[in-house]
T-cell receptor
Framework: ETGVTQTPRHLVMGMTNKKSLKCEQH?????MYWYKQSAKKPLELMFV???????ENNSVPSRFSPECPNSSHLFLHLHTLQPEDSALYLC?????????????FGNGTRLTVT | RKEVEQDPGPFNVPEGATVAFNCTYS??????FFWYRQDCRKEPKLLMS???SGNEDGRFTAQLNRASQYISLLIRDSKLSDSATYLC???????????FGGGTRLMVKP
C-alpha cells in the first residue's frame, strides 16, 4: 500500500454542491495536514491535526471544514465553494515532531469549482 | 515581504553542469530548514534537511546562513532526472507549521 492515499484524484463541483476529500495514511504517523497548491503560488498550509486534535487553522474560510476521526484518516468537507478555490489539495502526514520527520504527501485531489 | 522567497527560474542547464539555488526567509526565529523536490504534476518529496554546519548527500549540498537568513542548494553533475521544481521549506516555530517557498524550476537539457 502506498503511504498516503487521497481520493478522489479529480473533482469538479458547482458552487452549491457539497463534497468531501478523503485522505488515509498507512505510515503510523500521528500528524496529518491539508495543504492547498494554486497555480503560480506557494503551497499554503490549511489545517494541522496532531493525535486527532486540530492544532492549526491557518485562517481558512469556513466553507472548508476538516474532520479527523482517527490518526490514519483525514477529511476535508467542502460546501458553497468559489471558483478561486479551484486548486490542488494535498494531504500529508508526519510524526509529531516535524523537525525530525519529513512530510509525506499524497498524490492530491485536483479540484475545479464551476 | 514573503516569508520564504525563491527565484522561480526556470534555470536551464546542460547535463553535467553545476547549479545553485538560493532561498531567503524573513523570520529570524525559524528553526528548521528543508529542501523538497516536486516533479511536474506530482506531490512534493523531501530531498534533504539543511543543517547549520552544512550537509551533503551525494551530488547535493545544502548550506544555511542564519546571519543573512538564506539557504542554498548546490547540485553538481546535473542529470536529466534532476529536472523538477525545488521547494525551500522553513519551520518557523516549535509547532508543525512548515512554510513553503514558491519553488525554483530546474530544467536539465541533454
Amino acid at each position: 500500500e502506498t503511504g498516503v492515499t487521497q481520493t478522489p484524484r479529480h473533482l469538479v463541483m458547482g458552487m452549491t454542491n457539497k463534497k468531501s476529500l478523503k485522505c488515509e495514511q498507512h505510515l503510523g504517523h500521528n500528524a496529518m495536514y491539508w495543504y492547498k497548491q494554486s497555480a503560480k503560488k506557494p503551497l499554503e498550509l490549511m489545517f494541522v491535526y496532531n493525535f486527532k486534535e486540530q492544532t492549526e487553522n491557518n485562517s481558512v474560510p469556513s466553507r472548508f471544514s476538516p474532520e479527523c476521526p482517527n490518526s490514519s484518516h483525514l477529511f476535508l468537507h467542502l460546501h458553497t465553494l468559489q471558483p478561486e478555490d479551484s486548486a490542488l489539495y494535498l494531504c500529508a502526514s508526519s510524526q509529531d515532531d516535524i523537525r525530525h520527520s519529513p512530510l509525506h504527501f499524497g498524490n492530491g485531489t485536483r479540484l475545479t469549482v464551476t | 515581504r514573503k516569508e520564504v522567497e525563491q527565484d522561480p527560474g526556470p534555470f536551464n542547464v546542460p547535463e553535467g553542469a553545476t547549479v545553485a539555488f538560493n532561498c531567503t526567509y524573513s523570520n529570524s526565529a525559524s528553526q528548521s530548514f528543508f529542501w523538497y523536490r516536486q516533479d511536474c504534476r506530482k506531490e512534493p518529496k523531501l530531498l534533504m534537511s539543511v543543517y547549520s554546519s552544512g550537509n551533503e548527500d551525494g551530488r547535493f549540498t545544502a548550506q544555511l546562513n542564519r546571519a543573512s537568513q538564506y539557504i542554498s542548494l548546490l547540485i553538481r553533475d546535473s542529470k536529466l532526472s534532476d529536472s523538477a521544481t525545488y521547494l525551500c521549506v522553513v519551520n518557523r516555530n516549535a509547532g508543525n507549521m512548515l512554510t513553503f517557498g514558491g519553488g525554483t524550476r530546474l530544467m536539465v537539457k541533454p
